[in-house]
């Protein structure tokens, strides 16, 4: 804004208005001003140009609005051979012509070089040298050149015409909503420079370019026809006769005889053995349609990108960069060919000093950052491609700076936005194959484009490819890093800086209608606390998910000794922890506001179950079990005070479940079970047609789920065998090791013998289910036996035996887990695209063992066998789900030991040898250590499937168990070294070091042997120290000694041998 | 004192605003009034009238080593909640007109991002001089020379490009400060003159001649390098 102060310079105050009229867009004349204010002229005609390079320096606000290349007025009709028939395109370096060239009658294309372009021998020698280099170059995707000349001072070279249009003129039809063309044409060989390109008028060149996109967009392209060489005679250039022609044909209405050509193998006027394409693109060209991108177009695109890959491959191969890849060198011609053209042309082409910013601009977009400072090598051309294929994903450039400086900075340091952000249509594979060809730095590129040919191809074959993406959740994660550390601030505003970018990427623009202020604002308000939260979740689920601990809790120490129960809690990593604790603090405050607002007083209540979540994660059982149950009673009293309460029952029943799992962590297993039963009515509490839901069917299959997994006993002491019901072990339960400390009590299996309180509370359930029961028919039987029998029992008179409470338990639970495979069967037939429900029937499948390994029945493998089928898709669709693979590792690992012993036994219907399973298992596991050092719970599962490799391995290939024994302690021993305060993982390391020392004796290492059980013998120690009750693990560490003592022995040191024979003696 | 929440909320409406006419028909005074009141509302229609402007500042000002870490709009929202922090001590600062209060904030937020990501890194001699208690993290020189030479390398040249860094930096360091400064508020962060003024401390009429005084220094400078300087009139 002016101020029209007396006290300025003058000179200044129309500097500035000058400057501001140039921001506002207009282009205000220097020659204009001096003319106005002579008295000033002198001094403006100095200054102003510096002013407007200050400007320049900015922000351009007109595209190309640089030179543009011109021969200086003159219009060429013949050089030499060629004669010239018209102009095809203009580009940063020349003007591409069509010609006839007389001598041998064929149409050609030829690049005409402005007269002072090449003005020292130097640089004629290098142009020829590049010439030369690009003849030499035969390949499908490749502009053959013919020749080069020069005539009367005009450079020329002579390349092969190709029919079709390059992709910029391509993706600037595309990028006009509903399908009308840009003002450029491009009907062959072309350098254009972007939709403000001047180029010959010919509605035939427009009709063919969006012929092209349509045939891009459609994944169609048309059989060959021989371009017609006559239409195009005549010194007026292209595009009188198909004009004429249009006018004439009412069929088509738009389009030109060129058209005709584009449109269809034969004659418009061939019926229906073509597609119904020809009718609908003429008739399409009419009313503007907008581009529906979908599969095809996809497809095409990496076809484009292939063809691309390949003919850069071989060119590289023969030592020769192109360095100027860009969207209007890559041509597509008719057949959905592409070529590559002006091969090499850009090193022999630089000019020195240019200044002519519009047209650098073209050509810096596309470069990859080391091209700045100088280092060009074959990924710099991968890079160029790939930000080609991202353009024509997204139909946006990548960096779409019109600022050279802002533009060279941001491709240098900058990232551009994920393609599937801008359009989440855009399949994930392909985006990742662009993400990695136009990865910053070079290393992490493809290394070749024979590899991104590769992958490409891998894509479109539906196969899975090399590249690695990263998932959403790990991206928000990053993100959230980095602003952290941008602001060193309490993290409850991290949280928040992490809403705040996800309302602030989101265009509302697009968006903004008339609403009146405040309505929107609040409503934005109300988005943005919701965004605030999902983001939030995003976060929580990326650092405590709900992820099983491994299976495999058991392990046979020998073959001698009942298996070992060691299950082990998940753990959570110091980050994580951390994390949780600064999350909670800002779902405290939410929780703690109040309102009237129905959705406020949802959200606070969500908030409570989040802190409650994180808690239980945290291990502050108590506290969880509080914020639990506050959520449940808020979620309470607003259903009853809200007209909504169909909605509220998934959530009560969600909590009620979480409450349940917090219950078992304390061992606390009744009030837990209760807790599942509680879930259970509520949701069966709820009306018809809200049961209906899906997220309704699948909480209450969850609820089965649990109430079916917490029925059995898990693996540990022997389910009764043929020979009738076995007493319970009268020593202590099995050990249970809590990570959490010393100090908290073992965690007894539920329920070997039910005391009269637990028979108590069991009853109180059971009167509930009896009343449900008897509404459906399909549910499980409550109680032992069903309700009859439990007429018959006398309550709590008598200690019930424990094995019928165990079959029938097992019955019961086997009942929940039918109807929660029932439900989930439903869900995945209905909805088969959410990976939740499918996950969890995966799961359901999996629980269905109850029988110890070697005595599988077939039905159990076939559950399996489903499970591992659901996750193998699973894997298949969603590569970036670490979980699913360890789900699926899991069920390999489950599969091979449940296999047969022995391959002859009979009944037996493994589908596999169990070691080729293990082999499976461990090779997923071990992928996702790699990828996941920090996630526990897939190093755990990595050593427990080693471990159990190593029962087979032992006999058949000893040096291999060995290694692999070792690989195991590795992983181990870098666990327990990363959580000191967990017991179990100091035992799993004894375990494994003693049998290392096991199998090394056996193989007469005899030393090394010795160090080994040494090893797992203070490791054991260790163990025994932190836990006292652990007295059942003292079989095992006297067991060791018995080893050790062995060795010594054999080593004959039998004075060390006596030594560890008493220790081994004191023990028992 | 607005919760964080409600601040977050407020920082996402000026994106969600463009700057409309009717927001410039407030009264300058007008704003500034509601800000001394503590108006949140004031803030961020404040925020959004300038926002385009602060925003070439921080792309101005940063150092290209951040570029790949931070983005302008981060600093931005974080300056926002450190100005709706220190709304309650506007009345005191208000010596300031409210978009130079606002900027001060904006690069002291950016001053503190530098510090916090390249730490011992800063090279303290490319400082600027304190200019009414602003800080710049990098040094105008740095960012002008740098600008000025990415404008003329042709791709290949990039090489030469650091060389001609060099020069230009010396070149233009050797420019009197507060001229080269100027030239830096009214290009590169778009301020008007009494703007510039109020930010350097001088009177406009003064502002105003060294304006002048800077392009014909720069002028100089410029057509000493060949390439720099475009020969025709239009733009």
């Given at each position: 804004m002016s101020e029209a102060d007396p006290q300025r310079d003058p000179l200044e105050v129309l500097a500035d208005e000058f400057v501001q009229r140039q921001r506002r867009g207009e282009s205000p004349s220097i020659a204009e001003y001096a003319a106005q204010h002579p008295e000033l002229a002198a001094e403006i005609e100095e200054l102003f140009p510096t002013i407007a390079v200050m400007e320049r320096l900015k922000v351009h606000k007109q595209r190309g609005s640089g030179a543009r290349v011109s021969l200086g007025g003159i219009r060429l009709e013949r050089l030499g051979d060629f004669r010239i028939l018209g102009e095809i395109g203009r580009g940063g370096m020349g003007i591409v012509y069509e010609a006839f060239q007389e001598s041998l009658g064929r149409h050609v294309a030829v690049k005409v070089l402005p007269r002072q372009t090449l003005l020292t021998p130097s640089q004629l020698q290098r142009f020829q040298r590049e010439a030369q280099t690009a003849a030499r170059l035969h390949h499908t995707n490749i502009v053959p050149v013919f020749g080069m000349g020069e005539h009367e001072g005009f450079h020329y070279i002579v390349m092969q015409l190709i029919q079709g249009a390059g992709l910029d003129a391509v993706l600037a039809t595309l990028q006009q909503p509903g399908g009308r063309q840009p003002t450029v044409a491009g009907k062959s060989n072309s350098g254009l420079a972007g939709p403000d390109a001047a180029a010959a008028p010919s509605s035939g060149g427009r009709n063919d370019v969006s012929h092209l996109a349509r045939a891009l967009v459609e994944g169609r392209?048309?059989?060959?026809?021989?371009?017609?060489s006559e239409c195009c005679d005549g010194s007026d250039g292209l595009g009188q006769a198909p004009e004429e022609i249009a006018a004439a044909d009412q069929s088509s209405p738009t389009a030109g005889k060129a058209t005709e050509e584009f449109a269809c193998g034969g004659d418009t006027k061939s019926d229906g053995d073509q597609q119904a394409a020809p009718v609908s693109l003429a008739a399409s060209l009419a009313h503007d349609p907008p581009w529906q991108l979908g599969p095809a177009y996809w497809r095409s695109v990496a076809t484009i990108g292939q063809q691309v890959a390949e003919a850069l491959y071989y060119a590289h191969a023969h030592h020769t960069l192109h360095r100027d890849i860009k969207p209007a060198n890559l041509l597509l011609d008719s057949q959905g060919v592409a070529w590559i053209t002006d091969f090499g042309l850009a090193k022999a082409m630089e000019q020195e000093n240019v200044t002519q910013s519009g047209a650098m601009v073209g050509t810096l977009r596309y470069m990859a950052p080391e091209q700045f400072s100088g280092r060009v090598d074959a990924r710099s051309d991968i890079y160029s491609v790939g930000l080609s294929l991202y353009e024509l994903l997204t139909l946006r450039p990548a960096f779409d700076d019109d600022d050279r400086s802002n533009l060279i900075a941001r491709i240098t340091h900058g990232e551009p936005p994920r393609p599937r952000k801008l359009n989440p249509a855009i399949p994930a594979d392909l985006e990742t194959i662009v993400l990695k060809a136009i990865a910053r730095e070079p290393r992490d590129r493809y290394a070749t484009a024979g590899e991104l040919a590769r992958d490409i191809e891998c894509f479109l074959e539906d196969r899975p490819i090399q590249a690695r993406r990263t998932s959403a959740a790990e991206r928000l994660w990053r993100w959230a890093r980095r602003n952290r550390a941008l602001a060193g601030l309490a993290a409850c505003t991290l949280a928040l800086l992490v809403a705040v970018a996800v309302v602030a990427t989101w265009d509302y623009v697009r968006v903004s209608q008339a609403n009146t202020r405040e309505k929107a604002q609040r409503k934005k308000a109300e988005e943005t606390s919701a965004l605030a939260l999902e983001a939030l979740d995003a976060i929580f689920r990326q650092f405590a998910p709900d992820r099983p601990a491994p299976a495999s809790a058991s392990l046979r120490v020998s073959d001698a000794e009942d298996p070992v129960t060691v299950p082990v809690q998940p753990v959570l990593s110091k980050e994580a922890a951390a994390m949780l604790e600064h999350m909670l603090d800002f779902y405290d405050r939410l929780a703690d506001q109040g309102g009237d607002d129905a959705t406020r007083r949802c959200k606070v209540a969500e908030a409570n179950r989040r802190v409650g979540d994180i808690r239980q994660r945290l291990g502050h059982y108590e506290k969880s079990k509080a914020s639990y149950l506050r959520a449940i009673d808020l979620y309470t009293r607003l259903a009853r005070s809200s007209a909504k309460k169909m909605d509220l029952r998934g959530e009560i029943a969600g909590v009620q479940n979480e409450l349940g799992n917090v219950y078992y962590a304390m061992n606390e297993a009744e009030a837990g079970r209760k807790s599942h039963l509680d879930a259970l009515a509520t949701l069966r509490a709820a009306p018809a047609e809200s049961s209906a839901s899906p997220g309704y069917q699948y909480e209450l299959a969850r609820t089965c789920y649990f109430l079916g997994k917490r029925a059995t006993a898990p693996p540990g002491p022997p389910p009764p065998g043929p020979d009738g019901p076995r007493q319970p072990p009268a020593g202590p339960p099995a050990f249970v090791f809590d990570p959490r400390g010393p100090h908290r009590v073992p965690q007894a299996p539920f329920p070997l013998a039910p005391g009269e309180e637990s028979q108590q509370q069991l009853g109180g359930a059971l009167a509930l289910w009896q009343r449900l029961v008897e509404e459906d028919?399909?549910?499980?039987?409550?109680?032992?036996?069903?309700?009859?029998?439990?007429?018959?029992?006398?309550?709590?008179?008598q200690p019930r035996p424990p094995s019928p409470a165990l079959s029938s338990d097992r019955n019961e639970g086997g009942d929940y887990r039918r109807k929660a495979v029932e439900l989930l069967e439903r869900l995945v037939a209905g909805h088969p695209t959410v990976p939740g429900y499918r996950h969890l029937l995966a799961r359901c499948y999996r629980e269905t063992l109850s029988l110890p390994p070697g005595r599988a029945a077939g039905r159990e493998l076939d559950n399996l066998s489903k499970a591992t089928q659901i996750l193998e898709s699973l894997v298949k669709e969603y590569p970036e789900v670490a979980d699913y693979r360890y789900d699926l590792s899991e069920t390999y690992a489950m599969l091979g030991d449940r296999g047969p012993r022995k391959p002859d036994a009979p009944g037996n219907r493994a589908p596999q040898r169990p070691p080729a399973m293990l082999e499976k298992a461990l090779a997923l596991s071990e992928q996702l250590v790699a990828e996941h050092p920090n996630i526990p719970e897939y190093a755990v599962s990595s050593v427990n499937i080693r471990l159990r490799l190593n029962e087979s391995l032992r006999e058949s290939d000893a040096s291999r168990a060995e290694a692999n024994l070792r690989k195991a302690l590795e992983v181990q021993s870098t666990l327990a070294s990363r959580f000191p305060q967990s017991a179990a993982y100091k035992f799993w390391m004894a375990v494994i070091?003693?049998?290392?020392?096991?199998?090394?004796?056996?193989?007469?290492?005899?030393?090394?042997?010795?160090?080994?059980?040494?090893?797992?013998?203070a490791s054991f120690q260790e163990v025994l120290r932190s836990d006292a009750k652990a007295g059942h693990l003292r079989g095992i560490l006297a067991r060791n000694y018995l080893s050790l003592a062995d060795v010594l022995r054999r080593m004959g040191e039998d004075h060390a041998a006596e030594q560890a024979t008493r220790q081994a003696e004191s023990l028992r | 004192m607005a919760s964080d929440v409600e601040k977050a909320v407020d920082f996402s409406y000026t994106w969600l605003r463009e700057p409309h006419v009717d927001d410039k028909v407030d009264q300058p005074d007008g704003l500034a009034n509601r800000l001394k009141d503590g108006d949140r509302e004031?803030?961020?229609?404040?925020?959004?009238?300038?926002?385009?402007?602060?925003?070439?500042?921080?792309?101005?000002?940063?150092?290209?080593?951040?570029?790949?870490r931070v983005d302008a709009d981060d600093v931005l929202q974080e300056a926002y909640l450190a100005a709706a922090d220190r709304l309650q001590h506007y009345r005191d600062e208000s010596s300031s007109s409210p978009f130079v209060w606002l900027r001060m904030i904006v690069l002291q937020t950016l001053t503190n991002v530098h510090r916090h990501h390249l730490g011992a890194q800063m090279r303290d001699a490319d400082r600027e001089v304190d200019l009414r208690g602003c800080r710049y993290p990098t040094s105008t020189t740095a960012s002008l020379a740098a600008l000025l030479a990415d404008s003329l390398t042709s791709p290949s040249q990039?090489?030469?490009?650091?060389?001609?860094?060099?020069?230009?930096?010396?070149?233009?360091?050797?420019?009197?400060?507060?001229?080269?400064?100027v030239l830096a508020l009214r290009h590169f962060e778009e301020l008007g003159n009494s703007e510039v003024a109020e930010v350097l401390g001088i009177q406009q009429k003064a502002a105003s001649i060294r304006y002048i005084r800077a392009l014909k220094r720069l002028r100089a400078i410029l057509s000493q390098s060949p390439g720099l300087l475009e020969g025709n009139g239009h733009v």
């Open positions: 392209f048309t059989q060959p026809r021989r371009f017609d028919s399909s549910w499980p039987s409550a109680g032992p036996g069903g309700p009859q029998q439990r007429q018959t029992k006398p309550p709590r008179s070091e003693e049998s290392l020392g096991g199998l090394l004796q056996e193989r007469g290492r005899l030393s090394e042997a010795r160090s080994a059980l040494q090893d797992g013998i | 004031a803030l961020a229609t404040l925020f959004s009238l300038h926002r385009e402007r602060l925003w070439r500042m921080v792309n101005f000002r940063m150092d290209r080593r951040l570029l790949g990039a090489v030469a490009r650091e060389e001609m860094l060099e020069q230009l930096e010396q070149v233009i360091a050797a420019m009197d400060l507060l001229d080269r400064e």
